[in-house]
């Protein structure tokens, strides 16, 4: 986890936008001038030989910031491997890398700079090309903070050319890395090895333990179980909240006693953390993040499938809802589409009535509760569509929200992990991100457990047919990937994804549909069964952060 900024003179930033980068990056900080361009790099330094960042090479300058897992052992640290790399295969070095990256490279002797993200986007990139000037950063807020106003996002598995002789992009290519989308293995055999070789090498040559957030469910289960087998001591930390407490007791216990034979991973007591979050101590670290942790404004879509009723809302009549977020008495809502004949909501401004802590209605007047075109409004959206089958039923609605990771609630639970974690001197995080949208689609055999399934998890026999579906890169992918990056980048630790390695992810793809769908999260499932690591079959609950039990 480092970050960086690249611009066109100098430049002087203002002391919040400073102050996130030095968060992301907070061990050096070092700067480099080259024909009117400053390339400046904020360091956290997490494995190998402390190396000071832009690389140089004459006329060429790289900065980087990730992993680089594919680098040979001859460099005393990861990144050295990326001029090298260029020199030999040029605009396509990128191709020959395995990692967790976004990287910039400017060669002023061939008049090119080249941006390049990994398969998913994992690290963020965001850049502009304002008065003919390829001018980049780690942040979106530190351009916006420089007055440039054309800042755009370079997507996950893309690389863009920039010719900084006509100061125009020469070429954008997405979709570098293409999947093989055969369905043949008929064992999860390949998969757990892939898997276990993924977790090896996020934690090979590290300089600072590694932790895991632990819950009831698959995906920190998976990590730890493979940990264990590996015997490697690593720190958990867990806040108990709506966690299936059974599940979350039995994986706590094998941990209980050093001497323990369960106790693969040789963790003392002091490696299993329990946190616990009042309702102060949420308000006190969720003003924390609003003020240390980057605030990404472009538009993330989540197209949801909601169940609001099973029945049909009648006109004259209105509904009390739950709400995720915490909306005030008299905020605006815009309905910008609505579809539906027996039903017709009308388009406009509605107003949010509190009704208690978390319910709410929705009306076309501010000062009338119980207006006959209340609607029910659950999600935390600026805009979003809601629409009616011609039926007039409302059964599963299908709509797309705004994400705002800030605003989650589960930011605040990683915020208070984090925290903990960095004082402590864990710096390397191991996320179970991706383990729902590529190994479930939020449901099994059909049937979905969350309202950003797709598919219900049953995959077909021929995967080209959905693939890639929209949480595959897109969606809950990507709002979840910048929320772990900026609540990360906040607290100066490095976020690491197995379930997002680029051979895990194949070998899934590869797994036979009768494999895929036998259970959910299929391979998961096999790997904590094989190894006798606790688990709950079929169970999905999700991290909450706001309550515990």
Known sequence: MCSFLITYLEVILGKKSLSMLVNRGPDLTNSHHLENYVFTHFLLHITGKVTPQPFVNDDIVILYNGEIYSASQEYESDGLCLMPLYQQYGEDFMTHLDGEYAICVYDFKKGIAILATDIFGTKPLWYSTQDGHLQVSSHQS????????????????????FDLQTGKVRDLTQDLFKFDLRQYKNTYDDWIATFFRAIRKRIKNVIHPVFVCLSSGYDSGAICCVLDKIRIRYRTYTIRATENQKILDKRLARYVNNGDPKNMSGAENEDRVVLSITPEDFQRTRQHVLERCEHYSDEIIMHCDHLITQKAIKPGKSMIIYNRYPYKTGDQINITHVSGRSFPIPEGRYYVIKHNDHRFRLSLRKDKLEHKD?????????????????????????????????????????????????????????????????????????????????????FPDDLSEIFPWKTFFESTQRAFIDKEESIAGGYGIESRYPFLDRDVVQEFLWLSPILKNQFYKAPLHELMERYNYPFQPNEKIGFKAHRDK
């Open 142 to 161: 530190a351009l916006i903070d420089i007055n440039i106003k054309d800042v755009q996002r370079l997507r996950h598995n893309s690389r863009l050319i």
């Open 374 to 458: 209340a609607i029910p409004f659950r999600e935390t959206s600026t805009n979003f569509l809601i629409s009616i089958d011609s039926k007039g039923n409302q059964g599963n609605i299908r709509y797309s929200k705004k994400y705002d990771p800030l605003n989650d609630w589960a930011a605040v639970g990683l915020a208070k992990i984090f925290s903990e974690a960095r004082k402590s001197g864990r710096l390397i995080y191991l996320s179970g991100q991706g383990g729902d949208e590529i190994y479930s689609d939020y449901g099994h055999n059909g049937k979905k457990y969350k309202s950003c399934s797709l598919f219900g998890g049953k």
